[in-house]
């Protein structure tokens, strides 16, 4: 790519591009992932911390519920064992009776008395269906209700017995199927009737004394603590055999659970199986079980509700939240947008701006004005822009911090500009740039001064401009009059004056050079308009160099005893003949023009690779260093006398440049050996030469 299509630094093309470097992109900004993130990293913490809270309660909840059935268990158990045990006591009181004792003991028993005690035993022991006596051998005596089959009958064999017999105490059974009436299921609580006789220290077993507590009435009390407690109930006997349980539970049938195996061995606790929650307990000193139950399900239901209403509420809170971020992203994406346009149109900006404070403190600059000052924004910014960059007026003069145009804009709130080049501010080079600059203050809604903002213009391109057109002026004025005055005089000398023939033709020959000497002036104007607006054609063709020169140098008769060529004949070059002419023209033109009368002029020429360069050499004042970078300049002279003296406009060297230049060449200067000039040109060697 050529420099040309990159554009110059300054083009407004790399100006906004330095600024969207400077910006980003605002519809860059990514509101999906932004509040995808800011949603991880808000409520992706928040649902964690609650799932765990809840989860955390639940298992404390959960806890607590199982220790609550746990409780229960031993509650129903102590209930159980108390009412059974009570039974066991009353009997046991009524075995101890000596009345019943002696109605044993004599040597014929006393049957109505014992009916009495059983009688009073039945309607005393709260539930008991039947009420019997045996003798030590476990023969029933009597029974009540009264049931003369059943007595004499042998029920040694039953565990009742057997238990009173084992312990020498009062027992409570197992679970049976009673041997009366209607054979109810039932479990005796019994007692030894010792006798009143003391035989070595100790009372002799001669009877047991039992009373059959019916299983439904177990039943009833276990269902009271059912409704109490909301839980079910089942009451094993010291076998593991159902004694109480809720409908569908057999009775009097073995249950085979591992707790109930757990109460049997003296265990008590807790445990969930397969969504139900138990809790089991060993009924104290006669050996049954106590199994409670409750379905998971119900007893978490507050749980669950709790949980449901946590999550429900997170997740109403959650989304609220997600709203509220989208709504805040796409706030702060339309206020990114706002500022980065603005921005945008700041770094964009031809001239150099900067925002500051109500106390001149600098806030914000743009790119063309560090580059104007040679300063970073970093260097700018958070300093007094009066301190930061000092003003001059062009006596050099330092401008005070009170007449600075933005201090007047901040202290009377008006915009203020500056006029004509008398304003310069210094690069942090320490060179001085002359500026223009308009200074706003930034007002509120209340009219209160919130800032000022100040544009600067490099003015130097504008006072150049300036210059050139008054050289334009002033030179162009001063090459008309010359000639025109010359005109007019001798054109009056013909018209008044009898003049021989040789003065005439004299005059008619100083009117016609001005004349031309004009024309010579317009075609250079018209040549500086055509190369400025890029409409110099050329019409590239084979021009042979020696013929051009040898054009040249006829058109300065008088002096071709001082030009010297050195040209090799078959020297040509890709050009355009006219032009080639005009260019040497110039250049040997000035060569005359600036050395002495006498001096030489050498026009040579030889081929250098791909094209023919072709030098102008004379002996005259040459140029110092500080004019030589200004020599192709429009209207340039260099201030001498000798130039002086020499008319001329300073647009020789400037358009010969641009005719090089139209035909692809290169013109250059370079001081002579031993003093004077030497002008070259690179043209492309003719095709044919190649
Ligand atoms: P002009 O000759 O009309 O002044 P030019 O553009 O041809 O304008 O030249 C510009 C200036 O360059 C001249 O005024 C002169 O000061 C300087 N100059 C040009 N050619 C020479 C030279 N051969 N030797 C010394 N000075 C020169």
Known sequence: MSDAAKGTPDSLGSRIRRARALIRDPSALPVVPL?????????????????????????????????????TAEVSAVAVGERMEGLAHVVESFAGRPSLIRS?????????????????????????????????????????????????????????????????????????EGAAAGRPSVVVAAAPVRSSAQRGGSRRIIGVLGGAY??????????????????????????????????????????????????????????????????????PSIGWTVRVSVPATRALSGIREIQFGVYLTAGVFGVVLILGLIVFVMALRRLAHERNKSAAILA?????????????????????????????????????????????????????????????????????????????????????????????????????????????????????????????VSTVSHELRTPLTMIQGFSELLMKESLNQDQSREAVEQIHNSALRLSRLIEDLLSVSRIESGRLRVHLQQVNLRDAVAETLALFPRQSARMEVQIDEALAVHSEYDKVVQIVTNLVSNALKY???????????????????????DRGIGFSEEDRK???????????????????????????????????????????????????????VSMGEI
């Open 35 to 71: 509040v995808a993130l800011m949603t991880l990293t808000t409520l992706g913490p928040l649902a964690m911390l609650t799932y765990e809270s809840v989860r955390l309660s639940s298992e404390a909840l959960e806890h607590e519920i199982e220790g609550r059935l746990a409780s």
């Open 104 to 176: 044993m003991s004599r040597r014929r028993i006393d049957r109505a008395e014992i009916l009495l005690h059983l009688r009073e035993l039945r309607s005393l022991g709260g539930g008991l269906s039947v009420v019997f006596l045996t003798d030590r051998a476990g023969q029933v005596v009597t029974l009540l209700p009264l049931t003369p089959a059943l007595e004499g009958e042998d029920f040694s064999f039953r565990d009742w017995y057997r238990g009173v017999m084992s312990l020498r105490s009062r027992y409570v059974s197992e679970a049976f």
């Open 214 to 283: 019916d299983l439904t009435t177990i039943k009833t009390f276990v269902s009271r603590f059912e409704t109490a407690y909301g839980t079910s109930l089942v009451v094993t006997d010291q076998r593991g055999v159902v004694v109480a349980a809720p409908e569908g539970v057999p009775t009097l049938e073995k249950l085979d659970d591992e707790l109930v195996q757990r109460a049997l061995a003296g265990g008590s606790g807790a445990a969930t199986r397969d969504g139900v929650l138990y809790g089991y307990a060993a009924v």
């Open 348 to 472: 964009s900006m031809a001239s150099g701006v900067v925002i500051t404070d109500p106390y001149g403190t600098v806030t914000a600059v743009n790119p063309a004005l560090e580059e104007l000052l040679g300063m970073s924004g970093g260097e700018l910014v958070g300093r007094p822009f009066w301190d930061v960059v000092p003003a001059f007026d062009s006596d050099g003069g330092a401008v005070p911090r009170g007449d600075r145009f933005i201090t007047t804009a901040l202290l009377s709130g008006e915009v203020v500009h500056s006029r004509g080049y008398d304003l310069f501010f210094e690069r942090r080079d320490g060179r001085r740039v002359p500026v223009n600059v308009t200074a706003a203050p930034i007002v509120d809604a209340n009219k209160e001064v919130m800032g000022a903002v100040e544009v600067i213009r490099d003015s130097s391109v504008d006072r150049e401009i300036d210059e050139l057109k008054s050289s334009l």
């Open 595 to 617: 050395s002495p009368d006498d001096s030489i002029v050498t026009i040579s020429a030889e081929r250098d690779g791909s094209s023919v360069v072709v030098s102008v050499r």
């Open 630 to 684: 200004r020599i192709f300049q429009k209207f340039f002279r260099v201030d001498r006398p000798e130039v002086r003296k020499r008319g001329g406009t300073g647009l020789g060297l400037y358009i010969t440049k641009g005719l090089v230049e139209a035909q692809g060449g290169q013109l250059w200067h370079e001081p002579g050996e031993g003093g004077g000039s030497v002008f070259s040109f690179a043209l492309p």
